[in-house]
Structure formats: C-alpha cells, structure tokens
Nanobody, 122 residues
C-alpha cells in the first residue's frame, strides 16, 4: 500500500524553526515528485513546496526564502526545513505524491497521508 506519513509538527514562537519529515513507502520513491502542502482552518489547501524526481524544487511565494525542501532517495523521505516562521504559517502540513503523469507545478496529488499540525504563536 502507498503510504506517506508526515511528522515533526509542534508549537513554536514566531521567528522560530521546525523541521518536518515525510516518510514514504509502498512505491518506487525516486520515480515520483513529492510535495508538501498545508491547510489552515477555514482556508483552502495551499501547495508549499515540491521536489521533483530529479531533485529540483518548486516553492510557493509565501514561503520563498524561509522554507527548504530536500529528499533522500535511500531513506525514502522528504524533509521540509521551516525557518523564520510566522503566525500565518500555522496549519496542518501534509505530504503528497504527485501522479507520474503530472509534475510539481500541477499541484495534484494522488496519495497523501495524515498531516502534522504546526502552530506558530505571535
């Protein structure tokens, strides 16, 4: 079964940092682009960052310069390093698999797991 599990969320003060990790299993990991997206209460889902199978990353303007995505094709993980966090970054963060026929910029996901809650206090 395809599984993606996000972890690493928590409560942090504005200006602080968190590192999220996505553990994937059940598919050939290095054949797929993997994305992080978030959803805040009452708001629509927002793509945050995506890394393609060649290691190129795509970033939302709202987090550019603060968040960095990386992947480890041996451990089958994708990490999201979040720095200079702001209260508006508070959301449930999830990782998703981009369909093979799609690419990062399509913001489409065919599998995703339960997210991890990030709360940034002011």
């Amino acid at each position: 079964d395809v599984q993606l599990q996000a972890s690493g969320g928590g409560l942090v003060q504005a200006g602080g940092s968190l590192r999220l990790s996505c553990a994937a299993s059940g598919f050939t990991f290095d054949d797929y682009d993997i994305a992080w997206f978030r959803q805040a209460s009452g708001k629509k889902r927002e793509g945050v960052q995506c890394i393609d199978r060649d290691g190129r990353s795509y970033v939302s303007a709202s987090v550019k310069g603060r968040f960095t995505i990386s992947r480890d094709n041996v451990k089958n993980t994708v990490d999201l390093q979040m720095n200079s966090l702001k209260p508006e970054d508070s959301a449930v963060y999830s990782c998703g698999r981009v369909p093979r026929e799609a690419q990062c910029t399509d913001l489409e996901y065919d599998y995703w797991g339960l997210g991890t809650l990030v709360t940034v206090s002011s």
